[in-house]
């Protein structure tokens, strides 16, 4: 089975911050990535998907980047409506989600 | 618009079984592929199974294969979980989502329903 690690668990950060967050496949997955994100008591939004490709409707400061084992998720100015946890998703074999990375206000 | 609507869990003893029921609307529903993730509560999110839309093809987690199935019915487009021998770590929200519309990423969670609750306990 292929595992998904993201880091960090938690991030502070402030208003207008470049963030970035890391997820990590066991094995390659190639491109098969999504993103997502949760805010507290609501349900998962898509964000990203095929790695890098913005999903309908996502604001252009979400951005995501990577192949084979290692991607990225970068908002380029943090607002205040990014505060929430992300969580990536590999989609070659079955589908697994990482651990999510909670993004909270510094 | 696209409207999923959970219906069908409650509180269950261990070794009971339930079925989950998703009524869908707003879009063609035979095809899309649908999917069902779980969150068990303060967790994080873990994928519980998937369907093709013409329900020639289903996916499970390791964590419920054997136990739960998934199917679908088009006619009526709704998607069913049928859950058994539950465990307390099955307790959890329970959502359903339907499937992107691009070929290469049609397991990928595109719109949610609200989720709806299993509570596995004695």
């Known amino acids: 089975d292929i595992q998904m690690t993201q880091s960090p668990s938690t991030l502070s950060a402030s208003i207008g911050d470049r963030v970035t967050i890391t997820c990590r496949a066991s094995?390659?997955?190639?491109?098969?990535l999504a993103w997502y994100q949760q805010k507290a008591g609501k349900v998962p939004k898509l964000l990203i998907y095929k790695a890098s490709s913005l999903e309908s409707g996502v604001p252009s400061r979400f951005s995501g980047s990577g192949s084979g084992t290692e991607f990225t998720l970068t908002i380029s100015s943090l607002q205040p409506d990014d505060f929430a946890t992300y969580y990536c998703q590999q989609y070659i074999s079955g589908l697994t989600f990482g651990g999510g990375t909670k993004v909270e206000i510094k | 618009e696209v409207q999923l609507g959970e219906s069908g869990g409650g509180l269950v003893q261990p070794g009971g079984s339930l079925r989950l029921s998703c009524a869908a609307s707003g879009f063609t529903f035979s095809s899309y592929a649908m999917i069902w993730v779980r969150q068990a509560p303060g967790n994080g999110l873990e994928w519980v199974s998937a369907i093709s839309g013409d329900a020639s093809s289903t996916y499970y987690a390791d964590s419920v294969k054997g136990r739960f199935t998934i199917s679908r019915d088009n006619s009526k487009n709704t998607l069913y979980l049928q859950m058994n021998s539950l465990r307390a770590e099955d307790t959890a929200v329970y959502f359903c989502?339907?499937?992107?519309?691009?070929?290469?990423?049609?397991?990928?969670?595109?719109?949610w329903g609200q989720g709806t609750l299993v509570t596995v306990s004695s």
């Open positions: 989502a339907k499937g992107l519309e691009q070929a290469d990423s049609n397991y990928v969670q595109k719109n």
């Open positions: 094995q390659s997955i190639r491109r098969w």
